[in-house]
């Protein structure tokens, strides 16, 4: 992380910065706020209930609340958390829908954490969550055939997904080596897209240009650009306004220069 980036909650300012930048959102008629984070957003529960506290003295003017999460702190306690705040949406991040085991081993769960995704999806669902499947596209995938993603969502309970493409920062990073090593081929993306093409309904397209389609009762999204670093059409369109750690508010997750105040 940047210097800046630091958690600095108990700046005596801390809270009073971050409601004129909520208050800024608002005037940029957003409607959504995902909770997300460079690790698990519930490691930062502190953080979370102030930002609750916040929005429910503003009268909660963002209606669409969703946490993405690897599912590995979805406890019992911090579900109920999550509800009580107003969360609508659960989006699990994952990198094998199909095995367990390996979905463990390729985000790095500890053994005492591990979970079941069926087990998780009933917990979330028993709760009254949406669950969006927000899938990265790892080469684990590259035997599987379109279909079987949706056949897939509809035995876990889930409502939504999201095609998720592999980012890397060509800086060099273990990181960025690792995602050229295991991402999915491009042929193997394109042959998703078109299937979703061939056999979604196109409902509408997002405000950064992805088009929402809906296979078989799931909503359907391919996120190309999930750091937003592509030069989009309409550059006065902001995909993301992110309020980091220092409660700041930034346009990038990648660029310390997307400062916007």
């Keep these: 992380l940047f210097d800046s980036y630091i958690n600095k909650m108990d700046d005596p300012y801390f809270i009073s910065d971050l409601k004129r930048r909520l208050n800024y959102a608002v005037l940029q008629n957003i409607d959504t706020i995902i909770l997300t984070g460079t690790g698990e957003a519930l490691q930062n529960i502190p953080y979370l209930s102030t930002l609750d506290v916040i929005l429910k003295n503003m009268n909660n003017p963002f209606p669409i609340i969703e946490l993405q999460t690897s599912g590995v702190m979805l406890t019992d306690e ?6 009580d705040m107003g969360v609508s949406t659960i989006s699990i991040s994952v990198s094998n829908l199909f095995d367990d085991d390996r979905n463990m081993e390729i985000i790095g769960v500890h053994p005492t954490l591990q979970f079941k995704l069926m087990d998780i ?6 709760l009254g969550f949406n669950i969006r499947l927000s899938l990265n596209m790892t080469n684990d995938y590259v035997k599987i055939h379109p279909i079987q993603y949706f056949n897939k969502a509809k035995e876990l309970g889930a409502t939504q997904i999201t095609f998720r493409e592999l980012y890397n920062s060509n800086n060099n ?9 295991n991402k999915l ?18 409902l509408y397209k997002l405000p950064f240009g992805a088009t929402v389609y809906s296979i078989n009762g799931i909503s359907t999204v391919v ?11 309409n550059d006065e369109v902001l995909k993301y306004l992110i309020l980091r750690e220092n409660g700041k508010l930034y346009t990038h997750w990648d660029d310390e220069g997307s400062l916007r105040f």
Aim: hydrophobic share 35%.
């Design 223 to 233: 996120d190309s650009d999930c750091m937003n670093i592509k030069k989009d059409v």
């Design 121 to 126: 999806c009933k917990k979330i669902i028993d």
């Design 173 to 181: 990073t273990n990181e960025d080596k690792w995602v050229i090593k």
């Design 185 to 202: 081929r491009s042929d193997q993306m394109d042959f998703i897209k078109k299937f979703i093409l061939e056999n979604g309904r196109s």
């Design 78 to 83: 911090n579900l109920k958390f999550l509800r």
